[in-house]
């Protein structure tokens, strides 16, 4: 498919961006709150990621117009990636390695396959 920088094009990336923030936020924000009951942070984890699904649902619904399933889901992984990495670092406060570059770098690689015509 050829690229152009149309709404459809565009919107499910920042669709996504956001989409992904919540849903780390949902999975990996309670870290952070170990002294809460696991009930309560299940039932938070749930009310965030209902925003989340809020978003990357119309991302892939406007998406598909321009990308293909294979795409926007990779998308969505190379994103999660690059969200996770900021949040671990500025969150969690957790560092990142070498390895988890490298290992981060390989995954955009084999992304970038995905696009190839």
């Known amino acids: 498919m050829p690229f152009s920088l149309s709404a459809a094009a565009v919107w499910p990336i920042v669709l996504l961006l956001l989409s992904n923030v919540f849903m780390t936020f949902a999975w990996y924000g309670h870290l952070k709150f170990t002294s809460l009951p696991l009930y309560v942070v299940i039932l938070a984890s749930w009310g965030i990621a209902f925003f989340e699904y809020?978003?990357?649902?119309?991302?892939?619904?406007?998406?598909?117009?321009?990308?293909?399933?294979?795409?926007?889901?990779?998308?969505?992984?190379?994103?999660?990636?690059?969200?996770?990495s900021g949040f671990s670092v500025f969150w969690l406060?957790?560092?990142?390695?070498?390895?988890?570059?490298?290992?981060?770098?390989?995954?955009?690689?084999?992304?970038?396959?995905?696009?190839?015509?």
């Open 54 to 84: 809020c978003l990357a649902v119309p991302a892939n619904r406007i998406g598909h117009e321009v990308y293909s399933a294979a795409q926007l889901k990779t998308m969505q992984e190379v994103i999660t990636l690059v969200v996770f």
């Open 93 to 117: 406060k957790e560092a990142l390695t070498w390895n988890h570059a490298a290992g981060f770098a390989l995954i955009a690689i084999g992304a970038t396959m995905i696009f190839r015509a």
